[in-house]
């Protein structure tokens, strides 16, 4: 497996595709994907993470990829490094997540739909008639219980008291004037202990949660 970080390469600031990209995550995945559709068949080996705002040369993105990203569509300067993370069970990490935390269930025909957690919440809350936190707090409690419940079969568990989620965001985009794709993330940030680090290995290449293609589930972690 390997690591790679994308900076702009020089001129990039120039480019009309970034800048169109920047504010459409189906183009954004498009952009990505590019550097790893060495061949028209291939399927998705490859998570990333897309980092904005922070310092002049953004964005930046990081992938952890089962072969390295390759082609140059002129946007980024790539470094990659080899991806062989070693852990011990018990020990401590700090950990940076964005995921896209749903829940599913069937309707009265069967068919399974999958529901934003933190809209799920607010509906529930209102069908019982009890009060709506403010958006802030329903986040941290709605997307805190769904990292906490998927954590033990990914091989950690997260140490509740330096959980932190928030960063929510809905994201939608249009085909031929219709909604195709809407989906929410959130960005968790914390501390977590490493339970079976076999099973979270796995995790670090395969990733937590749906919406892999669009930037979501690479965990992305250093020790404290």
């Not at 950990?95 to 529930?124: C, I, T, Y």
């Not at 950690?156 to 031929?176: C, N, P, T």
């Amino acid at each position: 497996m390997y690591f790679s970080r994308l900076c702009l390469a020089p001129g990039a600031e120039d480019d009309p595709r970034l800048w169109r990209a920047l504010g459409d995550t189906h183009m954004f995945h498009r952009l990505v994907w590019e550097l790893f559709a060495d061949r028209p068949d291939r399927r998705r080996d490859f998570l990333y993470r897309v980092e904005t705002g922070r310092g002049e040369r953004t964005p930046v993105v990081y992938t952890v990829s089962a072969r390295p990203p390759e082609g140059d569509n002129g946007l980024w300067e790539i470094a990659t490094k080899p991806y062989r993370p070693q852990v011990a069970k018990g020990e401590r990490l700090i950990f940076s997540l964005r995921a896209n935390p749903v829940v599913s269930r069937r309707d009265e025909k069967g068919r399974q739909h999958r529901h934003d957690v933190v809209m799920d919440a607010k509906w529930r809350l209102r069908r019982e008639g009890k009060p709506i936190p403010p958006l802030a707090q329903l986040v941290r409690e709605a997307a805190g219980r769904w990292l906490q419940e998927r954590a033990a079969k990914a091989g950690f568990r997260v140490e509740e008291e330096h959980l932190w989620a928030d960063g929510y965001r809905q994201h939608r985009w249009m085909r031929h004037g219709r909604q195709v794709v809407s989906i929410s993330t959130v960005d968790f940030n914390g501390i977590l202990e490493v339970r079976d680090p076999e099973v979270f290995r796995r995790t670090l290449f395969k990733g937590i949660g749906p919406a892999k293609g669009f930037g979501n589930g690479l965990l992305m972690v250093r020790r404290v």
